[in-house]
């Protein structure tokens, strides 16, 4: 039996610690829920978002229309012969290589709204501005990748490629956007190492014809299309026939005879040259 001043002092305590409990709890799973959206966005290697979340912003971008927004581009980063980093030092290297890759692309970026790591050795950036600010920001950070990595005791070298695709001509939405500055990537590559090139329309029509050219190729395989032609090979002093030279050929039923030289470089690239080889020796 307490006095009944005692009791209500007790009760009064006991509110303000379970309201002090409360508060504390509910503290930690906001933290806690910040900390998974962080987790979910961010590029754990280098700190920079993410593939998700770079699309959640860009289609954010995209759905205000081209007559609300200000124009921006979207620059695709590739690095070539990375994997011979990783190979060659060790993939320690390799990933410190992508840290540092990452901090020099957003020093670069300065007024860039967006930088992003995409993949294994892919960067994004989304910039305000016109084409002309974009491939300023393109040879501005091809200068600056191309200078050498002092990492754990070694000097590595990369040669970056970079595709532009902005957003008043080049893409009606955030995917096609994006797909348009890495087309416009690859044919930067094909140019040389260490080049950017902005996406022209002829860009999508050539991947779509070559696309068109590489389910032919695998067509070829199963129906039987390739024929070996026999190059006599023979001795300059005697004049006597000492072996023959197996020589490749693709009959296409509309395209007709196809020369190595058209079908053999998409064969190594998309992975069929090793079929190819054992139909030769068969």
């Known amino acids: 039996r307490l006095p009944v001043r005692l009791l209500c002092r007790m009760v009064s305590v006991g509110s303000k610690t379970l309201t002090v409990v409360a508060l504390r709890d509910q503290s930690e799973r906001l933290k806690s829920e910040a900390t998974i959206r962080r987790l979910a966005h961010t590029d754990m290697l280098t700190g920079l978002i993410n593939r998700t979340h770079f699309n959640e912003l860009l289609s954010a971008r995209m759905s205000g229309g081209r007559s609300e927004t200000e124009p921006f581009a979207l620059l695709s980063i590739g690095l070539n012969r990375f994997k011979w980093v990783n190979d060659t030092y060790g993939h320690g290297v390799g990933d410190e ?106 860009m999508l029509l050539d991947a779509i014809a070559q696309r068109d050219f590489e389910l032919d190729l695998r067509s070829a395989l199963a129906n039987g299309e390739f024929e070996v032609h026999f190059q006599p090979q023979t001795n300059a002093a005697t004049g006597l026939f000492e072996g023959a030279e197996a020589l490749i050929r693709w009959r296409h039923p509309t395209r007709g005879l196809v020369p190595p030289g058209l079908f053999i470089p998409i064969a190594e690239d998309v992975g069929l040259i090793g079929a190819i080889g054992e139909r030769v020796l068969r």
């Open 97 to 202: 290589l992508l840290r540092k890759i990452g901090q020099r692309i957003s020093r670069c970026a300065r007024d860039a709204e967006v930088v992003a790591r995409f993949g294994d050795d892919d960067f994004v950036l989304l910039q305000s501005g016109s084409r002309g600010d974009a491939e300023e920001r393109a040879a501005t950070i091809i200068e600056s990748l191309i200078r050498p990595f002092k990492i754990d005791g070694h000097v590595v070298e990369i040669s970056p490629n970079i595709g532009i695709a902005c957003s008043d001509l080049d893409g009606e939405s955030a995917a096609a956007l994006c797909r348009n500055a890495v087309l416009a990537r690859y044919r930067a590559k094909r140019v040389g190492e260490r080049q950017y090139s902005v996406f022209e329309p002829v």
